[in-house]
């Protein structure tokens, strides 16, 4: 299993820093975007956090996340550096289609994105699925492991689900532990790579 990064990591970047990487991290609302950005970035996390209003309540969808008390209204930031000199740079997406209007804007320049879903509510990844092959980023899928989701669907019915291309890595994931939150970025690089060769560059 892949090492969680240092609590105490500077803010600068390693002298072996090599290969910079701006990774998307998106997912409907309350998927649990900022609690993994939260969980493995080595400097202190930027977050644009603000309460749900009455007035959010009528333009939000709030099924399934009704405990949720704020929402990510810009992005979240966060940074992790890997073996090899490879920095990731992550950018939390907000989840409401409210907020689309930032997407090219955040999306601009990142090389791939991690897709977070809730298997409670998977068809409420549908439009961000869209939004992220519309863009044209290779992505990788997480199922963020919630403790009531449903355990009965196998990987197959998931994937089928979500009508994933046969490529696209899928794994399960604990937002709230770096680790596990560590092994689903590592999927996404490692997909990355297997697409573009560091010897195609």
């Given at each position: 299993m892949a090492s969680a990064p240092s609590s105490t990591?500077?803010?600068?970047?390693?002298d072996t820093a090599?290969?910079?990487v701006k990774i998307l991290v998106a997912g409907p609302f309350g998927v649990g975007k900022t609690t993994l950005i939260d969980s493995v970035s080595e400097i202190r996390p930027?977050?644009?956090?603000?309460?749900?209003?009455?007035a959010s309540e009528q333009v939000d969808d709030l099924d399934g996340v009704r405990e949720k008390a704020t929402t990510t209204v810009a992005i979240d930031f966060g940074r992790i550096s890997l073996p090899g000199g490879v920095v990731l740079y992550l950018f939390g997406t907000p989840g409401q289609e409210r907020f689309r209007s930032l997407w090219d804007d955040i999306a601009y320049g990142a090389l791939g994105a991690l897709v977070l879903v809730d298997s409670r509510r998977i068809d409420a990844s549908f439009d961000v699925l869209g939004l992220v092959e519309e863009t044209g980023l290779p992505y990788a899928v997480a199922?963020?492991?919630f403790p009531d989701a449903p355990r009965h669907h196998t990987p197959e019915q998931l994937r089928a689900a979500l009508d994933l291309e046969p490529g696209t890595?899928?794994?399960t994931c604990d937002a709230r532990d770096?680790?596990?939150s560590l092994d689903a970025l590592l999927a996404l690089v490692e997909h990355?790579?297997?697409r573009d060769p560091p010897e195609n560059r």
């Open positions: 990591s500077g803010i600068h970047l390693p090599r290969d910079l930027l977050h644009t956090e603000e309460h749900l209003t009455q199922f963020n492991a890595p899928m794994v770096a680790n596990s990355l790579i297997d």
